[in-house]
């Protein structure tokens, strides 16, 4: 039964893309934030089989512990299914012992997941069929986002410029023009990921089939870019309140230190292998232009609530559009709240805002 007076609020983590260790971390790091005295929050955690269970609500059970990741399991509660139903307007629970009864009044869902089933409008269509509001993206921004290829038409279109790439649908190889023109390194990624799984840089053609099979693995459209020799800048965007314009924060760079060719996996979440300038040292115009580019992105995918939106910027100062996260990270080590934080909105301060954004814009 809801509490009067608090907002009921469903944290949905986990999920079965392999960014499901990422999310729980993440998911940790906002059940922390929440005010008990302002929100009741119902903690789902969806395990890497879609079993919806309900989860453990200590954030100390969702940390990276000995450089393994959290995880959620089918014994780590009843199982759930979302009912999408408008006339119920809530989520289920199945449990064998008392039947089926209703979460109910949940207000809101913060849907702190990553990648596939959960970043790329999946959920958010069936928690719209529910007519639930949620924080983030909604269907078509979160799939146009997740999908890089779509990202930089999109994109492109609104005049922000991309790099060189090649789209290998199921089955296509590399012909010699596009190898003659993206020349080398390469990086082979699959086309709807996240957290850098499935990426490989490629320094010799030879490497190249080898790569696009491991990102394969993950999804039957690759992209293959060709390397932009830069620094690596980030940028988060807030949906403007009370239907503002959206909003920029301070600019983040990241710098891989120790042990790594470039921001993978490992240096991003596991090893401590990154430094972090934020705000980041760039030129006022640079930076405005970072700026200007990433709240246009933000716009011409339709997106709403929040994204962090990665760019380079090379020697020279040109600016190009790497990719945008509709659900970035929420990890203590995350760029998007860090960058927030430096930008005057903590932490808890910005977990709330997006909870009310997203209410105001169901009209709740």
């Known amino acids: 039964m809801t509490t009067p007076g608090k907002t009921r609020v469903a944290i949905v983590f986990g999920g079965r893309s392999p960014e499901h260790g990422i999310s729980c971390v993440s998911a940790g790091s906002v059940l922390d934030a929440l005010d008990p005295d302002e929100f009741e929050v119902v903690p789902v955690g969806i395990t890497r ?16 512990q000995d450089r393994k990741l959290p995880e959620i399991t089918s014994g780590s509660g009843a199982e759930l299914v979302l009912r999408a139903d408008p006339a119920v307007g809530g989520l289920m629970v199945l449990d064998p012992a008392q039947g089926p009864r209703a979460l109910a009044d949940v207000d809101v869902v913060f849907p702190v997941l990553h990648g596939a089933y959960g970043e790329d409008g999946t959920i958010q269509g069936m ?18 986002a997740m999908d890089k290829e779509f990202t930089k038409k999109l994109c492109a279109a609104e005049g922000i410029p991309v790099g060189p790439y090649v789209v ?44 696009v099979a491991t990102a394969r693995e993950i999804d039957t459209k690759v992209l293959v870019e060709g390397a932009i020799v830069g620094r690596e800048i980030e940028c988060g965007v807030l949906e403007g309140e009370a239907g503002g314009a959206p909003e920029a924060s301070v600019l983040a760079e990241v710098r891989v230190i120790s042990g790594h060719d470039w921001y993978d996996f490992e240096a991003k979440y596991i090893d401590d292998a990154c430094e972090y300038d934020i705000p980041a040292n760039l030129p006022e115009q640079v930076t405005r232009q970072v700026q200007e580019y990433a709240t246009r992105a933000f716009t011409a995918l339709d997106c709403s609530g929040l994204a962090r939106v990665d760019f380079f910027v090379t020697p020279e100062q040109d600016v190009y559009l790497n990719e945008i996260n509709t659900m970035p990270g929420f990890t203590p080590t995350s760029m998007f709240p860090r960058m927030w934080a430096a930008s005057g909105l903590e932490y808890p301060k910005l977990v709330n805002r997006l909870i009310r954004t997203a209410l105001r814009r169901a009209g709740r």
């Open 49 to 64: 089989q879609g079993q919806w269970v309900l989860a453990s609500g200590d954030p100390g059970q969702l940390a990276i």
């Open 127 to 144: 928690l719209e069929m529910a007519d639930i509001p949620y924080v983030g993206a909604n269907v078509f921004a979160s799939a146009a």
């Open 168 to 211: 290998l649908r199921n089955g296509m190889t590399m012909t010699e023009e596009d190898k003659q023109r993206l020349g080398l390194p390469v990086f082979v990624k699959p086309s709807r990921a996240g957290s850098s799984f499935g990426i490989t840089k490629v320094d010799d053609w030879s490497q190249l089939d080898a790569a």
